[in-house]
């Protein structure tokens, strides 16, 4: 219950908890509860290894001026906002490796969760997000 209020709040936060019907949020709720953390969070230590050894599509949901001071190599810049209507730029296989982040990790556990949802079976949240992904020193792209 608490983990499905959390994605209500963030949901909320985000403006779209209101558009969703009160079933939705229902079934999405159900969804959560079914979701194990383990299963979709990917911590910055682990993250270098994960993009070398599985090339997943790795989706920056941060906003434009968050990217333009840098970015992970080989990323997909699609606000969080825009998601919904650019599913057609993610991968066809579901099955495909995806590795969302932000610039703490909050807002990629929404839109992970999300695709989760949708059915994306491979979908992992970088825990702390960029920010964790500079304090570790990784490689970072600059438009």
Not at 81 to 110: E, F, M, N, W
Request: aromatic share 10%.
């Amino acid at each position: 219950m608490r983990r499905g209020m959390l994605v209500l709040v963030l949901l909320g936060g985000l403006g779209l908890a209101q558009e969703m019907t009160p079933g939705a949020l229902l079934q999405f709720g159900s969804y959560l509860k079914k979701v194990n953390p383990a299963s979709y969070l990917l911590y910055a230590a682990e993250a270098k290894d994960y993009v070398e050894v599985f090339e997943p599509f790795i989706l920056d949901v941060r906003t434009n001026e968050e990217r333009a001071r840098g970015f992970i190599p080989g990323s997909v810049h699609i606000h969080i906002s825009q998601l919904p209507d650019r599913l057609a730029a993610l991968p066809k296989d579901k099955s495909k490796p995806i590795l969302v982040y932000c610039g703490t990790g909050h807002v990629s556990a929404v839109a992970a969760a999300y695709l989760r949802a949708l059915g994306y079976t491979e979908v992992k949240n970088l825990n702390g997000g960029f920010r964790a992904w500079l304090e570790l020193g990784l490689p970072v792209e600059r438009p």
